[in-house]
């Protein structure tokens, strides 16, 4: 090998792994080739009842969470956009009220506004962006 294609090669090398490096000491979460998503989840229950949510996908649990009256909790990942296969289940809890619901999975990332699903969780049941999805259990 000729020392010109040896350095273009180191040269290849340097610059990947200072990409790679920076991609990794950034705090904001940054998706490589795969599409980022949020995930928003409001209380807007009467009487001050406290939402208990719990979600999880098959490799990020996000433990139970309170969640005040007008506050939520929100989180953002990187899907799987090579085998379609991310799911995130939320179970929601207020007071003697349950329901489980798939709050994300990739066949319908359409339905969410540029990669922003908004659920609420209200008296009535659990809404997705302004219609109703779910009612209570």
Known sequence: MTCLKLRTIFLFLFVISNLLHAFA??????????PKVTVNIAN???????LLL??????????IQTIGVNNGFTWTFCTDSVW?????????????????IIAYEEARREHC???????????DGIYFFE??????E
């Open 54 to 63: 719990h979600c999880a996908s098959r490799n990020d649990d996000l433990g």
């Open 113 to 123: 506004k540029d990669n922003v699903c908004y659920w609420t969780a209200r008296d």
């Open 25 to 34: 000491i950034d705090d904001k979460k940054r998706c490589f080739l795969t």
């Open 131 to 136: 219609f109703k999805y779910f009612n209570w």
């Open 44 to 50: 807007k229950l009467s009487h001050n009842t406290q």
């Open 84 to 100: 379609h296969s991310t799911v995130y289940h939320c179970n929601f809890k207020a007071g003697q009220k349950q329901q489980n």
